[in-house]
């Protein structure tokens, strides 16, 4: 059974850390991207970070970009996302997803591309 278990959110103050973790389970690990995508309340899903866990090739959002990290440790086949200087925007729901690695490429934001996602963990930035 494949599974995908995000754990770490929380409220935290803005400004503030959190680290992510997303859990695989039931499939190749290394023949999947992992990415991150989120959710705020009335909006869509957006792609955050994605790590291709063959090569190590990442993507990260502009609106991420030098403040949140993704890592992989694929002896655990566990993904990561470093969330530092948090603000209030980055509040929302923040799903793990696994693609196929044969389609990394630009689609890696595309939420449509992947096969199986996680329950997703909430994450509440407090201003």
């Known amino acids: 059974e494949v599974q995908l278990v ?3 959110g929380g409220l935290v103050q803005a400004g503030g850390s959190l680290r992510l973790s997303c859990a695989a389970s039931g499939f190749t690990f290394d023949d999947y991207a992992i990415g991150w995508f989120r959710q705020a309340p009335g909006g869509g899903r957006e792609g955050v970070s994605c790590i291709n866990t063959s090569h190590g090739n990442t993507y990260t959002a502009d609106s991420v970009k030098g403040r949140f990290t993704i890592s992989s ?6 993904v990561y996302l470093q969330m530092n200087s ?3 925007e980055d509040t929302a729901v923040y799903y793990c997803a696994a ?3 044969t389609k990394w490429g630009p689609v890696v934001v595309d939420p449509g591309e992947y096969d199986y996602w996680g329950q997703g963990t909430q994450v509440t930035v407090s201003s």
Request: hydrophobic share 25%.
């Open 6 to 8: 995000e754990s770490g």
């Open 99 to 101: 693609m196929r690695l």
């Open 86 to 88: 948090l603000k209030p």
């Open 73 to 78: 440790d694929n002896a655990k086949n566990t």
